[in-house]
């Protein structure tokens, strides 16, 4: 009988200390699309702005594809995203482009990071070939977060719309086609002027 009264007590003061530490690790689902004015909010500090952003509290801790967003400064509203082990580079008004983790080595991804946008370079090209070919590349240099910095170099080609203006929607996306660096370089020294 004289158990019984430590077990409780003991117990009280697990739930009591189980209890206070969760309010400082709260563990937030945060949506990749949200509006412009969503985008460099603390949610941890701004708890107003989590309803009109779309912020949840993530209800079970065994949950872990939460996203984990990185913004570009260029191009404009592209974002490196991270669920669980995949990682993707997302622009606007295309379908995201899957990328492997070694692409992007050294790319921090964490609740403080996410305001902190990326400082990539782009540099874009567009050429015709001598067949009337159309290219529209861009490279991106994005580097990294940890110490020594390294550079990770990511080449793309803007594939050409399809259907006519009338036909066209503005919703529908087109599919960026990942190239080789050295190829993008190669068609680049011999067409662009």
Partial sequence: MKLHPFLLTSALIFV???SSSSGKNEVLYIPTEMPDICQNVDFSIDKEMRKECGVKPARYQAYRNVPMQRHLINP?????????DKV?????????VSLDP????GITFSDSK??????NTMDYKEFYTEHKERYKLFKLIIPSDSQPETENKLCF?????????????AAMAVQMEMLDCDALDE???K???
Avoid: D, H, M
């Fill in 16 to 18: 009591a200390c189980g």
């Fill in 76 to 84: 404009n509203q592209a974002s490196l995203v991270k669920t669980g």
């Fill in 88 to 96: 993707e580079i997302r622009f606007p008004n295309t379908f995201p």
């Fill in 102 to 105: 070694s692409q992007v080595s």
């Fill in 114 to 119: 996410r305001l902190a946008k990326i400082q």
């Fill in 157 to 169: 080609r803007v594939p050409e719309l399809k259907g006519s203006e009338r036909t066209r929607s």
């Fill in 187 to 189: 068609l680049v020294k």
């Fill in 191 to 193: 067409y662009a002027k």
